[in-house]
């Protein structure tokens, strides 16, 4: 049997309570996205409701049995974006349940071993991401950032700026989802934004970015350059939004 959900992690969440309660096989039957699923002429179907009830319960059990740091791990491995996370989650709940509470340290198992994994990424590039996301400061008193992570990171590295940037308005958009936290002073939340041309910068943010161009400009020993030494520091997937790395894309640096 395909069991099929919403996308959403609640979906997923409740698909599993009810995957527990027909007695689903973690070998033969899978949740998956309803959104993206190939019908199977040879395996029935089932398009499951997204029950916040039961998605808490199943949440609650996670945390009781496994900790928060247990419960992360489940939230992470869903923002890495995998289509069989549903599945992955059902059969490392199925495995974890009946090794207890030290569950997500039995590496050795590969059920626990691949959600982990994915865990694992997300983490990391969570943690990049803190330290490489430019904030430009825009007309209005703006302080903007965009980036395009890997992994859907917006939730997680919003609350770090709304407690080390909390007397600043602020909007980090994920370029990529087409989706922006957004600080008004007290609280953030989550939106869809819509694509726009330019960007209004202040005077000062535009100061700012020539300076830090020169900069950059005059301290590169050319003779000495190496994009492959760049890329071992922080991939080229990264460095769409670097303001020193605009400078090369317009051709000031080469």
């Given at each position: 049997?395909?069991?099929?959900?919403?996308?959403?992690?609640?979906?997923?969440?409740?698909?599993?309570?009810?995957?527990?309660?027909?007695?689903?096989?973690?070998?033969?039957?899978?949740?998956?996205?309803?959104?993206?699923?190939?019908?199977?002429?040879?395996?029935?179907?089932?398009?499951?409701?997204?029950?916040?009830?039961?998605?808490?319960?199943?949440?609650?059990?996670?945390?009781?049995?496994?900790?928060?740091?247990?419960?992360?791990?489940?939230?992470?491995?869903?923002?890495?974006?995998?289509?069989?996370?549903?599945?992955?989650?059902?059969?490392?709940?199925?495995?974890?349940?009946?090794?207890?509470?030290?569950a997500i340290e039995c590496l050795s198992d590969e059920d626990?071993?691949?959600?982990?994994?994915?865990?694992?990424?997300?983490?990391?590039?969570?943690?990049?991401?803190?330290?490489?996301?430019?904030?430009?400061?825009?007309?209005?008193?703006?302080?903007?950032?965009?980036?395009?992570?890997?992994?859907?990171?917006?939730?997680?590295?919003?609350?770090?700026?709304?407690?080390?940037?909390?007397?600043?308005?602020?909007?980090?958009?994920?370029?990529?989802?087409?989706?922006?936290?957004?600080?008004?002073?007290?609280?953030?939340?989550?939106?869809?934004?819509?694509?726009?041309?330019?960007?209004?910068?202040?005077?000062?943010?535009?100061?700012?970015?020539?300076?830090?161009?020169?900069?950059?400009?005059?301290?590169?020993?050319?003779?000495?350059?190496?994009?492959?030494?760049?890329?071992?520091?922080?991939?080229?997937?990264?460095?769409?939004?670097?303001?020193?790395?605009?400078?090369?894309?317009?051709?000031?640096?080469?």
């Open positions: 049997m395909d069991y099929l959900h919403d996308g959403s992690f609640e979906g997923v969440l409740s698909g599993v309570y009810d995957m527990f309660y027909s007695k689903a096989s973690p070998v033969a039957d899978q949740l998956l996205p309803e959104k993206s699923y190939q019908l199977r002429l040879s395996v029935p179907h089932q398009i499951l409701t997204t029950d916040r009830e039961k998605a808490s319960k199943v949440a609650r059990s996670a945390m009781e049995t496994f900790g928060e740091e247990g419960f992360k791990l489940i939230l992470y491995a869903y923002l890495y974006e995998d289509e069989s996370y549903g599945t992955m989650l059902y059969r490392f709940l199925k495995k974890a349940y009946k090794l207890g509470n030290n626990i071993f691949n959600l982990y994994k994915q865990y694992r990424a997300v983490a990391r590039e969570s943690h990049l991401m803190l330290g490489i996301l430019r904030f430009a400061h825009l007309e209005r008193n703006i302080y903007y950032a965009q980036y395009e992570p890997t992994y859907d990171l917006t939730g997680i590295v919003a609350p770090h700026f709304a407690e080390r940037l909390k007397d600043q308005l602020w909007v980090i958009h994920d370029t990529k989802r087409g989706i922006g936290a957004f600080y008004d002073g007290s609280k953030w939340f989550i939106s869809a934004i819509d694509e726009f041309d330019g960007l209004a910068y202040s005077e000062s943010e535009r100061d700012y970015q020539a300076l830090w161009q020169a900069y950059f400009k005059h301290i590169a020993i050319q003779e000495r350059r190496s994009i492959k030494r760049q890329m071992n520091f922080m991939p080229k997937k990264y460095w769409k939004f670097l303001t020193e790395k605009e400078l090369e894309d317009k051709g000031g640096a080469k």
